[in-house]
């Protein structure tokens, strides 16, 4: 958007976005664990339990923009999982317009991995309480986060790029 200003490495975030825009970047976060671990039609402890790792372990978190959303999701998760679930934005619309803000408001790099984060989560909920044997994520899961990639715009050469989703998925559990 002509006029807006683009954040490049080591700005601060809440500069730059508008508190709405904030919350859709907390919000996708849930998008995300909602897609995911909705797709079998219930949630799970496990899932749940991952999804709290995640934000208690926010350090972990190696983009700087996701690590400074979940942060702030970690001082106030109450509140926020409350207005996120008053929210009437479908998933869809809501990964969209997470895309959309990113690609408007952060350099690229910054934006990609944002996305390939998110994905991340995904995987990383996914594999909270699949199968022991063969691959952790069932089939719906597996198409939610491709959906969300789809949504989130992101192409199949950035996927491939550094930080791959393997070594985001794996850092979650580093700190």
Do not use: C
Not at 107 to 132: E, Q, V
């Amino acid at each position: 958007m002509a006029g807006d200003i683009i954040v490049n490495d080591f700005q601060d975030y809440n500069n730059v976005f508008s508190e709405d825009e904030w919350k859709t970047l907390q919000y996708s976060i849930f998008w995300m664990f909602n897609s995911v671990a909705k797709a079998d039609g219930k949630i799970d402890k496990k899932e749940i339990d991952a999804l709290n790792h995640l934000i208690e372990n926010s350090s972990a978190i190696i983009n700087d923009l996701a690590w400074n959303v979940i942060s702030t999701i970690k001082k106030d998760f109450d509140n926020i999982k409350s207005e996120f679930d008053n929210d009437k934005r479908e998933i869809i619309d809501g990964m969209r317009e997470v895309s959309d803000l990113l690609n408007s408001k952060v350099n690229p790099k910054t934006s990609i991995d944002f996305k390939k984060t998110l994905i991340g989560i995904g995987f990383y909920i996914a594999n909270a309480s699949g199968k022991w044997i063969g691959s952790k994520v069932s089939a719906e899961e597996g198409i939610a986060i491709k959906l969300a990639g789809l949504n989130l715009r992101l192409s199949a050469a950035q996927l491939e790029e550094v930080p791959t989703i393997d070594d985001i998925f794996s850092s979650f559990d580093e700190k």
